[in-house]
């Protein structure tokens, strides 16, 4: 294998930089070994085969690996989705109040510019009572002696 890796023609001309292995049937390791047999997979050793139960099993073990972890993420996704809507419906609660509170603020504006409306009336009616002519006395005034 060295011996023919030194010549440059055996060297692999690949553009492929992904770290893959890339498999050509007249690569070097192929010229060493010799051509692929049936129901075997060159260089991974005796226990794998194309049709073995192992490599059949690995990929269920995978499937069932990433269904386990597509179920944690729904599930997780599912969680976050409840506190979301239970802050929604905190935020359409809050948002209720705070529309209540408007509507008391500007009662209460309106009830306030009443009140300074009253307050103005009453201030220039107090000057018309002021100058109203004296009321008479009662007749029990009048019957009371006259000091000594």
């Known amino acids: 294998m060295k011996e ?5 023609k055996n060297q692999l001309q690949s553009s492929d930089t992904s770290g893959s292995i890339a498999w050509s049937t007249d690569d070097v390791f ?3 070994m010799g051509k692929e047999r049936k129901g075997r997979i060159r260089g991974v050793g005796f226990s794998l085969t194309p049709s073995g139960q192992s490599s059949k099993t690995a990929l269920m073990d995978n499937e069932i690996q ?3 972890a597509r179920d944690n ?7 976050s989705l409840a506190t979301m ?14 529309s209540q509170f408007e509507e008391m603020e500007q009662r209460m504006a309106r009830m306030f510019q ?5 307050s103005t ?3 220039q009616d ?4 002021e100058q109203s002519p004296a009321l008479p006395k009662s007749s029990a005034a009048s019957h009371q002696p006259k000091s000594l």
Do not use: H, R, T
């Not at 993420?73 to 969680?79: D, F, G, N, S, T």
């Open 4 to 8: 023919l890796l030194v010549d440059p």
């Open 30 to 32: 192929a010229k060493v």
């Open 66 to 68: 990433s269904s386990q």
């Open 73 to 79: 993420e729904v599930a997780q996704l599912k969680a």
């Open 85 to 98: 809507e239970e802050k929604l419906v905190g935020y359409d609660e809050m948002k209720e109040k705070v």
């Open 114 to 118: 009443q009140m300074q409306q009253f």
């Open 121 to 123: 009336q009453c201030n």
């Open 126 to 129: 107090a000057p018309l009572i």
